[in-house]
């Protein structure tokens, strides 16, 4: 099997067959079909599988990370970030990150080539399909970044808080004798 030594093989799979699905059918479609909804549908919902199994499966397993936006009661939007403890993502397996990050960079890249051609081909259809990938692909992208970021802000609060509370003795005893 091409997902041999991983950590999660299956999820491994998804984690790309979604992404290879939407391309090889944005590359494939005008034989497939004439009908530019057809082309339209299939890869908005191929392009909207990869973004939820991505955000919500490939991200936790491969990565340990996990983010969402949401609205509060004032109408702002609000980052929110879940990462794995140190112990757990002590476990991750290095290959599986690999995968994780240079797939999701690597499928905006495509997506992004192909709309300078749909550009350069002066054909808007495909350029919407191309942009709703984009937006996709940037989404996950940013969300991802902003919550490794997150986690290792979080690491390092730990690790001063923890270093703090291991010299406030030595210092109070220090001082007090």
């Known amino acids: 099997m091409a997902f041999e030594g991983y950590q999660n093989p299956r999820t491994a799979?998804?984690?790309?067959?979604?992404k290879g699905l939407a391309v090889a059918f944005y590359i494939c479609c005008k034989w497939i079909s004439?009908?530019?909804?057809?082309?339209?549908v299939v890869c908005v919902l191929l392009l909207a599988l990869d973004f939820w199994t991505v955000k919500n499966v490939s991200g936790r397993r491969l990565v340990g990370l996990r983010w969402w936006n949401e609205t509060d009661e004032n109408g702002e939007s609000v980052w929110r970030f879940e990462s794995l403890d140190q112990q757990a993502m002590e476990q991750l397996h290095s290959k599986d990150a690999w995968l994780f990050w240079s797939a999701i960079v690597a499928s905006l890249g495509v997506w992004v080539l192909f709309g300078i051609v749909a550009i350069l081909n002066f054909s808007p259809n495909y350029l919407l399909i191309v942009g709703i990938a984009i937006v996709l692909n940037g989404a996950n992208i940013?969300?991802?970044?902003?919550?490794?970021?997150?986690?290792?802000?979080?690491?390092?609060?730990l690790a001063t808080e923890a270093m703090v509370s291991h010299l406030t003795p030595k210092i109070h005893n220090l001082f007090s004798a």
């Open 13 to 18: 799979l998804f984690h790309v067959l979604f």
């Open 142 to 157: 940013i969300g991802f970044f902003k919550c490794r970021k997150d986690a290792k802000a979080k690491l390092q609060g």
């Open 34 to 40: 004439s009908s530019f909804v057809i082309h339209f």
